[in-house]
């Protein structure tokens, strides 16, 4: 099983309006256990919808093994089927236990054929994700949706697939399930292919490929392969950026030495016409002719080998600089008003939510609190109660500074209107110059503000939804965000954390990214 590998040879791909995504693309994907990089708009989830053979490429093909098993984002599953239904046990188990029973009906036998292990080893691979072994007696309705994507996780495995695809599998997912999958994925011994924005999962792989766009985002893309997991790329990148910065540094100065060169040259041969133009004065016309034509053909070569020099090194100027990384869209510089410390922001004074939690909670000052806790106890309902989304079902809220939340589903603004009318929308007392110089820092200049924002890339949405946020009247000094790594890149992540690093107001985070919990500067947690 290990040795199953996927490879793309000169692949083509058009969606059906005519939207080139793909265009000559080739790689391979080696066998054992890889994770797949690269900001949003990349082709990750394309890459993998290929190679489970979800979509055929229009031209070119794509080699993969026989047996393919593909966990998709968007899982969709029926709430009313049984748990062994869905795993595909449902005949053979029910079969084994009437044989058990001491029921001899040939039928039995025939349904249980050659995998009379079959609740064995779906009780063993539920054990692994951490589902309990009496979840084959429910239904999918009844299981939480971290439970729903382990246990989708769990068929799949017992189809025994040469090649396990993963699409963000840790989304959505609490602690405890996010620690039982890394745990699959470390001691997965097959092909495994995971597309993921989890640092800490990405750590548990054999490699890691990052896809980039190429310069002119026409369809060309490429697929670098780094040895080891999630560290070991960052490293790896750091230093090749090293590399290139260093390169540009010396391609630069070779292109001014080359200038000064040229500059040197032309001085000397302007020296050597005067001189010669004297010397003929006392030569006869035709010994006077033949040394200037001969004068001329030297200066014309040497001046020829001086730009020929200097356009060699312009030449390496441009491959340097295309080698160095843009790293501009993780520079945000994040404006926001400062909260002083010991100002109340927010009381919960027996606070009850519709899901039956009681809290007591103060908040004062420029506090980092995160809100934690497993699937389904609370963690969205009380950012949601807190705005006033959804009424208290009991207690005392008071917000005593403006407030401002940040949804997973990045749903606030009009997808009709462009990012600075959006902005304008929030804040209509604001100049149009300051509306643009703020939106600047957000990395929206000039013409990319005036976007749409249906037109937007997932980070881009993201960032225009965290200015707009930012920017309306009065400013939130309490900002709230849901889960906000779900869905996005690594780089809108480090977008996310370097702009949290310069927020002074004060935060409350629902996530179950403990990574992104500590980089952000969490100072308590309430546990739900």
Known sequence: MSSASFAFHDVTLRWPDGDLVLDGFSATVPPRRSGIVGSNGSGKSTLLRLLAGDVEPTSGRVSRPDRVAWLRQDL???????????????????ALHAIERGDTDPAHFDAVGDDWDAEERAQAELDRLGLPGDVL??????????EVMRLALAGLVLQRPDALLLDEPTNNLDREAREHLHEFVAGYRGTLVVVSHDRDLLERVDRIGEMRWSADRSGGRTLTWYGGGWSAYEGAVAEEQRAAEQAVTTARNDVRRQRRDLAEAQVVLARRKRYGDKMAESLPRIVASAKKRAAQESAGKLRGTHRQRLDEARERLDQAQDRVRDDREIAV???????????????????????????DVELRGPERVAVV???????????????????????????RVPVGLLPQRLDLLDVGLSVVDNARHVAPSAEANAIRAALARFLFRGRAADRLVGSLSGGELFRATLACLLLAEPAPKLLLLDEPTNNLDLASVRELTDALD???????VASHDERFLSEIGITRRIEL
């Open 76 to 94: 969709v599953l029926r709430e009313d089927e049984p748990v062994d239904v869905h795993l595909g046990i449902a005949a053979a188990r029910h």
């Open 137 to 146: 007696d429910r239904r999918l309705g009844e299981l939480s949706g971290g």
């Open 333 to 359: 510089d994040l404006p926001g008003p400062v909260v002083p410390r010991g100002q109340g922001v927010l009381v919960l004074d027996g606070l009850q939510l519709h899901t039956g939690q009681v809290l």
């Open 373 to 399: 806790g497993a699937n389904g106890t609370g963690k969205t309902t009380l950012l949601r109660t807190i705005v006033g989304k959804l009424p208290p079902a009991g207690g005392t809220l008071d917000v």
């Open 502 to 508: 310069s927020y002074a107001g004060a935060l409350v």
